[in-house]
């Protein structure tokens, strides 16, 4: 099992749920976050005093797949927040070692 | 009126002071008309998405300053001046910044310029709801130019059409005086004007990005709340101050202004909660300005009876209209096509049915009036919403061509507030990443 985390624009989110959701994807976790990376900050000014934001809002998908669905997610994603500007932000994938559904105890692929 | 200045003084031992009392009321009801801006800033501001809240509020904000200006400079002349020919528009230069209007007018009910400020306040709502119509996608500097050229062109002649009055020589608008049409407080002028200007701006401008895919929410519904009672508060110096003195006539408004919100709420609750299973507090707050929207024609010719039944149909009505733009996919963003156009023809209309002479002398169809009057408020509503509608679409279409009116898509989904204004409204990271910076002015405060 893996879990997939992506970090997307804010508004590229619905665009992602409902390709994942044609892919067989049933549910995931949503966070909104804020970061930086090579998409630059803004400045915002009150009353003449200008302050630098570095930190942009993002939103943070998180899922947990069976290995031999995670390329087909990571694929989905990608063509689904690519606006091709920066600051599209990033999908990484990583091991998880186990998984238990809490409503009936089930473990492993069967709780994902 | 100052020409009767060179007259009247010798002849008769007139009260050398305005009327008091009248005076007094107009002077609180100009300033109940003002706080509905900012009523109307809290109203919207809490129906867009958080990123859009403060452009929605300097919409108003700005809208209230600009047309204000214009207003004194040359819309009230515009409106109020004599007749240029066909009761189509008043004489600019008249009173072109007050010109002329300052000296006390003995006996007066009130001072000229008590009433034209008054009256200009009700052309700065006006253009303020056309913005709802137009949120989270425009430029603040061309909204601001549209502002002072609408109030010029459509506000100000539509203002003289049906409240300028003719009396001895002067000579004022054709709605007023040659049809005959009644509208006590703007049905025509403010609502149906707003409504059918909004939906010329927002099919020009097109729709928002993600509109009907993406949730668009309100952010705030508490700040509607709030906003809609502060336009319930001001409607009652918006209408009761149009009796323009203290009287019988403003007290009967009070209350019909009262219960036109009331059965409003009430009727737009009763559709939401047989239609989608739930009486909403967004809807509650829709339902008070619908019937307020309704009324402020009807208001000083109906009964009590009569503004319920103005309410009731208004809050059935727009509750039902404001899903239109899903159907037809315009983005009318705020709904002033389905509250203020529907609401203000709703109000027009129903005067040719509801008008009673117990109150104003005049009966409409259901009072025995005959279809007469009937037929004089479509006349007034058609001609309104068709003139409004053409006009805005030439006027957005020309600052679209030469400003540019709406803002870039990435600008527009970033959010206005930080791209326009560079604000955000709430400061939801006070843990970190906004670091102070010095601009090149204040560099020494450093030091």
């Known amino acids: 099992m893996k879990l997939v985390t992506a970090v997307v624009k804010p508004h590229k989110w619905e665009d992602v749920r409902s390709a994942l959701e044609v892919v067989g994807v049933t549910g995931m976790t949503v966070s909104e976050v804020s970061g930086y990376g090579r998409q630059k900050g803004h400045t915002e000014i009150y009353r003449g005093a200008e302050y630098d934001i570095a930190l942009v809002p993002k939103v943070r998908i998180e899922i947990v797949a069976d290995d031999a669905a995670v390329d087909e997610i990571v694929d989905t994603i990608l063509r689904a927040a690519q606006t091709g500007k920066v600051g599209d932000g990033k999908v990484w994938v990583s091991p998880v070692e186990s998984v238990v559904r809490v409503r009936t105890g089930d ?4 709780a994902v | 009126m100052p020409e009767m200045l060179s007259t009247a003084l010798p002849l008769v031992a007139v009260d050398p002071t305005t009327a008091s009392g009248d005076t007094a009321w107009l002077l609180a009801a100009a300033a109940l ?5 900012p009523g109307l800033a809290i109203f919207y501001g809490g129906m867009v998405r958080a990123k859009s809240v403060l452009n929605m509020m300097m919409m108003v904000f700005g809208a209230l300053a600009v047309v204000m200006v214009v207003w004194i400079l040359v819309g009230y002349s515009l409106a109020f001046g004599d007749d240029l020919g066909g009761g189509l528009v008043g004489d600019p230069t008249q009173y072109a910044a007050f010109k002329g209007m300052l000296e006390e007018v003995p006996g007066a ?11 200009g306040l009700f052309a700065v709502i006006t253009v303020g709801l056309i913005a709802g119509a137009i949120a989270d996608r425009t430029r603040f500097g061309t909204w601001l130019v549209f502002a002072g050229l609408w109030t010029v062109v459509v506000y100000a002649p539509v203002a003289h059409w049906i409240f300028d009055f003719s009396a001895g020589d002067h000579v004022g608008g054709w709605m007023a005086n040659e049809l005959g049409a009644l509208d006590f407080a703007g049905g025509t002028a403010v609502e149906i004007n707003s409504g059918a200007a909004g939906l010329a701006a927002a099919l020009v401008l097109g729709r928002r990005v993600g509109f009907g895919r993406e949730p668009m929410k309100p952010h705030n519904l508490t700040l509607v709340m709030i906003g809609a009672g502060l336009l319930w508060f001001g409607w009652f110096g918006f209408n009761a101050g149009s009796a323009l003195g203290a009287t019988n006539t403003a007290a009967i408004v009070f209350v019909n202004t009262l219960l ?7 009727a737009w609750l009763a559709v939401e909660r047989f239609r ?10 829709s339902g008070v300005v619908a019937g307020l929207v309704a009324i402020t024609p009807a208001c000083g010719f109906v009964t009590p009876l009569g503004a319920m039944a103005v309410g009731v149909a208004a809050g059935a009505i727009c509750a039902v209209a404001i899903g239109l733009k899903h159907k037809l996919r315009y983005d009318d963003s705020l709904d002033v096509v389905g509250v203020h156009l529907v609401g203000g023809l709703v109000g027009t209309i129903l005067i040719g049915f509801l008008a009673s ?3 104003n002398g005049v009966d409409g169809l259901l009072y025995g ?7 004089k408020q479509l006349v007034a509503a058609g001609a309104t919403l068709a003139y409004s509608f053409t ?9 679209e061509k030469t400003m540019g009116f709406r803002v870039d898509e990435d600008d527009e989904m970033a959010g206005v507030d930080l791209v326009i204004h560079a604000e955000t409204a709430y400061d939801l990271h006070t843990t970190g990443g906004a670091r102070l910076h010095f601009g090149p002015e204040t560099g020494n405060l450093q030091s």
């Open chain 2, 369 to 375: 009036g005959g279809a007469d009057q009937l037929g």
């Open chain 2, 357 to 359: 002479s117990t109150v």
């Open chain 2, 276 to 285: 989608d299973g739930h009486a909403t507090s967004f809807g509650a707050a």
């Open chain 2, 391 to 399: 006009a805005t679409v030439l006027l957005v279409l020309l600052l």
């Open chain 2, 109 to 119: 009910p009130y001072p000229i310029t008590l009433f034209a400020t008054f009256q």
């Open chain 1, 107 to 110: 473990s492993g692929p069967a």
């Open chain 2, 260 to 266: 036109a919100g009331c059965t409003g709420l009430l």
């Open chain 2, 33 to 37: 008309v003002l706080i509905m801006a």
